[in-house]
């Protein structure tokens, strides 16, 4: 069973090589060649690929840590005890407020998958994808065609709810007008008033169960490519770690992440995940069939009226502060009454070690 823990940090640029950390586009040209040349001569054809929050950015959707655009960053005006709490299962037990806030902003509503996901469907159309591993949980990479059967979704997605305190079901219809209002939404169990969470693994629940046998698929590659993700929260983090000596680890991201880098056999691709993707398929003489796979995908996923007119991350916010005081009762002392809670919660989880 591995949990989702947010203290369990790897440090950023952990041993990366001076010669890795030197490499940016424009100078990648032999390395990508190598990657390539693997793939084009079928040494390549099992592609495990882990992808985070960096993939689904140029869709709208803003990650977690990325400075100023980044969640995290625009959540200081609710003066969380600290920004994961609003992700904390312990947090959403007290006070589901701030989740529901912003949920409209969070959700994929009517958002379209980005090249980047065309390309993971293109992997899996040309029969190289062998599995993916995504942290995100806004089903883009099932909007653009990567069958679902190829896909753990580490950190489960939007696609159904439960109350987080009887695990009843909840219908959709209902949960689509919370998101969409903004007001939290009850269980409909009588005598229960739990709040209604997505199924969605907030930091200290479990992953899916099916997570410890699909790591396995990891030593099965005989190419990784990780994109669009800091490799900050394990147990996720560690899946690189787990490609056998000698298999080459692409790194496409805007900044260096986790030990990527530190093999001889590593390729650091720093910019953008879609210049990325779209400078491996003209390498590999697949433009055309990625533009047009993208282009499908964009024209199929059909708009969702439950979230025309979708109010952004920022107006949330203010909406939320400029009635947090009336609105969700939270005094200065219900708030070192959490925030002592919550300190207590990590002092103990850091004592029991890091998760399995
Ligand atoms: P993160 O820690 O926010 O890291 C994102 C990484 O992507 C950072 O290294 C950024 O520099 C990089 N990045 C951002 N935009 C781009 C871009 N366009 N091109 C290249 N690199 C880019 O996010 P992780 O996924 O590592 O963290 C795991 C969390 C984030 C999981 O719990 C997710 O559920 C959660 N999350 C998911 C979504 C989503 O579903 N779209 C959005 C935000 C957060």
């Given amino acids: 069973m591995h949990w989702l823990d947010c203290q369990q940090t790897i440090p950023k640029l952990e041993g990366m090589s001076d010669q890795a950390s030197n490499h940016t586009m424009a100078s990648m040209e032999p390395e990508i060649q190598s990657i390539v040349h693997r793939i084009k001569s079928g040494k390549a054809k099992r592609i495990v690929v882990l992808t985070g929050a960096g993939i689904s950015t140029g869709a709208g959707i803003p990650d977690f840590r990325s400075p100023n655009t980044g969640l995290y960053d625009k959540l200081a005006p609710l003066r969380l005890p600290y920004p994961e709490a609003i992700f904390h299962i312990n947090y959403f037990s007290h006070t589901p407020e701030p989740f529901y806030a912003i949920a409209r902003a969070r959700h994929p509503g009517n958002l379209k998958p980005t090249v980047t996901h065309a390309f993971l469907a293109l992997l899996a159309k040309k029969n190289l994808l062998h599995f993916l591993f995504t942290r995100n949980i806004d089903g883009l990479e099932q909007d653009a065609g990567v069958p679902t059967e190829k896909v753990l979704w580490a950190h489960g997605n939007w696609k159904s709810q439960h109350c987080y305190k009887c695990k009843s079901p909840y219908p959709d219809d209902l949960m689509n007008k919370a998101i969409r209002t903004g007001e939290v939404p009850y269980c409909l169990e009588t005598g229960c008033r739990g709040a209604v969470k997505p199924n969605v693994v907030f930091f200290g629940q479990a992953l899916p169960a099916e997570f410890d046998e699909k790591e396995k698929e990891v030593l099965e590659a005989d190419l990784m490519i990780v994109m669009g993700t800091s490799l900050r929260v394990a147990p996720c983090s560690r899946l690189p770690g787990l490609v056998k000596k000698g298999i080459p680890r692409v790194l496409i991201n805007n900044e260096k992440a986790g030990d990527l880098g530190n093999r001889d056999e590593d390729v650091c691709i720093l910019g953008s995940c879609d210049d990325g993707v779209r400078q491996l398929a003209d390498a590999l003489g697949w433009r055309e069939d990625l533009t047009d796979l993208w282009n499908e995908a964009v024209a199929a996923k059909k708009d969702d009226e439950t979230f025309e007119g979708g ?46």
């Fill in 311 to 356: 109010t952004s991350l920022d107006e949330c916010i203010e909406k939320l502060v400029n009635g947090m005081k009336d609105k969700m009762k939270v005094s200065d002392g219900h708030k070192r009454m959490l925030e002592n809670h919550l300190n207590n919660k990590f002092e103990q989880m850091i004592a029991k070690g890091p998760a399995p």
